[in-house]
T-cell receptor
Framework: KQEVTQIPAALSVPEGENLVLNCSFT??????LQWFRQDPGKGLTSLLL?????REQTSGRLNASLDKSSGRSTLYIAASQPGDSATYLC???????????FGTGTSLTVIP | EAEVAQSPRYKITEKSQAVAFWCDPI?????LYWYRQILGQGPELLVQ????????DSQLPKDRFSAERLKGVDSTLKIQPAELGDSAMYLC???????????FGSGTRLTVV
């Protein structure tokens, strides 16, 4: 079974700071890696998708990277804002199916 | 923008009662997924449908959980009898068979008391 780990479990930063969220995975046959945002009690919003042939993806203040050889992905958030406060989940799919394997998430709080 | 619809948004039920959740996927999406997310954890797949057929239900507790997608469109997930440990967010998602367009619904938050 694929395992996905996210560190740290919780992070609190002052507004304006740049920050990095970490995700590690054991699946050597990863198909793609996706980062999601989840607000309390809500569903999942897709942020960035990195296919296995790619190294990174960018959207606005967000940048996600993928290093298959080390089994790691990072989500970089620039100039954090209070509205960024949420739980961030990474998930991978293997090349054998469409199931997502999720990490346990990082709960981010951006302090005004 | 197309959405995956789920209802109800919230459900409180007593232990040993039956409970059901409904999901309407994005039109044209042949693949439908039910995930369970326990508080503080990531979602885990319960069942995956391709049209009306189950393609993966290895993580579905079949003694009390059932899922159907009779016409290959909308789907129902049922729990009978509910247990305290079933309290969780139940998320539905849909995609094209290749995985393209994978979209999650807003979920149903179940509390068993």
């Amino acid at each position: 079974k694929q395992e996905v780990t996210q560190i740290p479990a919780a992070l609190s930063v002052p507004e304006g700071e740049n920050l990095v969220l970490n995700c590690s995975f054991t699946d050597s046959a990863i198909y793609n890696l996706q980062w999601f945002r989840q607000d309390p009690g809500k569903g999942l919003t897709s942020l960035l998708l990195i296919q296995s042939s790619q190294r990174e993806q960018t959207s606005g203040r967000l940048n996600a990277s993928l290093d298959k050889s080390s089994g790691r992905s990072t989500l970089y958030i620039a100039a954090s804002q209070p509205g960024d406060s949420a739980t961030y989940l990474c998930a991978e799919t293997s090349n054998t199916g469409n199931q997502f394997y999720f990490g346990t998430g990082t709960s981010l709080t951006v302090i005004p | 923008e197309a959405e995956v619809a789920q209802s109800p948004r919230y459900k409180i039920t007593e232990k040993s009662q039956a409970v059901a959740f409904w999901c309407d996927p994005i039109s044209g999406h042949a693949t439908l997924y039910w995930y369970r997310q326990i508080l503080g954890q990531g979602p885990e797949l319960l069942v995956q449908f391709q049209d009306e057929s189950v393609v993966d239900d290895s993580q579905l507790p079949k003694d009390r959980f059932s899922a159907e997608r009779l016409k290959g469109v909308d789907s129902t997930l049922k729990i009978q009898p509910a247990e305290l440990g079933d309290s969780a967010m139940y998320l539905c998602a849909s995609s094209e068979p290749t995985g393209r367009g994978y979209t999650f619904g807003s979920g149903t938050r179940l509390t068993v008391v």
